[in-house]
């Protein structure tokens, strides 16, 4: 499923395809996907239970911040970070899958700091839209 999210953004941008629903869309669909996969590795004890936490509480606060702006009519803008963040949290599942958990563990640390690292600037930009209310 990441791999075909990746493709289907890849071919959006190549052919300049661009809808308001899919920009709402797809940032749902990864944290869903993500947050259904990392539950499944927490429960089979793949993955720390703070670590997972810490996934969840990421995703459901860029849900927080994007719901308000959305009411305003405002898209959150995808940066970088939160892009690759998905994606390396796609591959260490992929790696946890075929049982190379050292590998996985070190590219979710490195997934980790992606996420707070996104969070940080997606709550910046929630308080540069929203006035500085937070």
Excluded at 42 to 64: D, N
Excluded at 72 to 79: A, L, W
């Amino acid at each position: 499923m990441i791999a075909s999210d990746l493709l289907d953004g890849l071919i959006a941008r190549g052919f300049k395809q661009y809808s308001r629903l899919g920009a709402i869309l797809d940032p749902i669909s990864d944290k869903l996907i993500i947050g259904a996969l990392a539950m499944y590795f927490t429960i089979k004890g793949f993955i720390p239970v703070w670590l997972f936490t810490i996934l969840i509480i990421r995703e459901a606060g860029i849900l927080g911040f994007s719901l308000p702006m959305l009411k305003k009519g405002v898209i959150p803008k995808t940066v970088i970070w939160g892009r690759l963040t998905p994606f390396f949290w796609g591959i260490s599942f992929v790696l946890l899958t075929v049982e190379l958990r050292k590998a996985a563990m070190l590219l979710m640390f490195a997934a980790l700091t992606l996420s707070i690292f996104s969070a940080g600037i997606y709550y910046t930009e929630y308080k540069k839209v929203m006035g500085g209310k937070s």
